[in-house]
């Protein structure tokens, strides 16, 4: 298990943008499968975007492409979401994850470590 702790969020103007951050707690960050989901009020959390071990590879949710970016540092133990042209349905509380070993998915049950999640409220 890994502990996580997401920061960046907040409330901005619909067309603005925000950066999260997620900080790792293990010294193995490099392991891991990163994502990114988030949930608003009365629906089911949903994936976001992913980040293999090295960063080469990425994954995202049709409706963030062009707009979000999710990128890894492993010498800081963090990984971003960099987010552009935020929609007022983008509002929903962000959750950093993270998944032991390889292979690409979306499915919250393959991850076993969550962080407590960070507010996004994008106003129109």
């Known amino acids: 298990q890994v502990q996580l702790v997401e920061s960046g969020g907040g409330l901005v103007q619909s067309g603005g943008s925000l950066r999260l951050s997620c900080a790792a707690s293990?010294?193995?960050?490099?392991?891991?499968?990163m994502g990114w989901f988030r949930q608003a009020p009365g629906k089911e959390r949903e994936f976001v975007a992913a980040i293999s071990w090295t960063g080469g590879v990425t994954d995202y949710e049709d409706s963030v492409k062009g707009r979000f970016t999710i990128s890894r540092d492993n010498a800081k133990n963090t990984i971003y979401l960099e987010m552009n042209n935020l929609k007022p349905e983008d509002t929903a509380v962000y959750y950093c994850?993270?998944?032991?070993?390889?292979?690409?998915?979306?499915?919250?049950?393959?991850?076993?470590?969550w962080g407590p999640g960070t507010q996004v409220t994008v106003s129109s």
């Open positions: 293990r010294r193995t960050f490099n392991s891991y499968y």
């Open positions: 994850t993270a998944r032991l070993g390889r292979g690409q998915t979306r499915q919250p049950l393959d991850f076993g470590s």
